[in-house]
């Protein structure tokens, strides 16, 4: 199975910081790999797709790179609604998926 | 408008059975992959299993093949997932997720709200 890793588990910022999360593959999964973003007792939501394909309606401060094994989530300036918990996700394995275990973003 | 409702949740004894389901509206449901997606409190996401537009393929995670059963039915627009031999573990928020497919890539999108499984005496 493909194990994904997120760093940090939770990180501190304030409004207007520029926010980097990382994902990291046990193995390469080439660029299928998705964010999502989940605030308290709501559904995840869809970010980014194909690693860096920006989902429509989610705004420009949001941004995915990466290949292969390594990938990152950027938050260009933070703002008040963007304090939730970030998951990446792969979609290499033939349609056996895995999270990692997300990314807690808190105001400093 | 594209959504997904889940129903079926609820407080069950260990070792029972319980069968979820989720209702799609404003999308074409049987041209989808369909997924459902758990939660345990306070914990991460989980994937559980992924079945085909027809129905004839279904994938599922290790640690509940053979207890969990997702299926659908196109007719009623409807996903289900058959969970028996329930265990505490088994506790969880419970999402059904439309997979969306381009160009070899797939994601989930959109989620349904959820319902909430309690397994305990």
Redesign the interface.
């Known amino acids: ?1 493909i194990q994904m890793t997120q760093s940090p588990s939770s990180l501190s910022a304030s409004v207007g910081d520029r926010v980097t999360i990382t994902c990291r593959a046990s193995q390469s999964i080439s ?2 790999l ?1 964010w ?1 973003q ?1 605030r308290p007792g709501k ?4 970010l980014i ?2 690693a860096s394909s920006l ?1 429509s309606g989610v705004p420009s401060r949001f941004s995915g790179s990466g290949s292969g094994t390594d990938f990152t989530l950027t938050i260009s300036s933070l703002q008040p609604e963007d304090f939730a918990t970030y ?1 990446c ?1 792969q ?1 290499y394995s ?9 990314t807690k973003v808190v105001i400093k | 408008e594209v959504q997904l409702v889940e129903s079926g949740g609820g407080l069950v004894q260990p070792g029972g059975s319980l069968r979820l389901s989720c209702e799609a509206s404003g999308f074409t449901f049987s041209n989808y992959w369909m997924s459902w997606v758990r939660q345990a409190p306070g914990k991460g996401l989980e994937w559980v299993a992924n079945i085909k537009h027809d129905g004839s393929e279904k994938y599922y995670v290790d640690s509940m093949k053979g207890r969990f059963t997702i299926s659908r039915d196109n007719a009623k627009n409807s996903l289900f997932l058959q969970m028996i031999s329930l265990g505490a573990e088994d506790t969880a928020v419970y999402y059904c997720a439309r997979v969306q497919s381009s160009a070899f890539h797939n994601w989930f999108d959109p989620w349904g709200q959820g319902t909430l499984v309690t397994v305990s005496s």
């Open positions: 199975d660029t299928d998705n999502y989940q559904a995840p939501k869809l797709y194909a989902q998951y996700q979609s033939t349609l056996t998926w895995t999270f990692g275990q997300g």
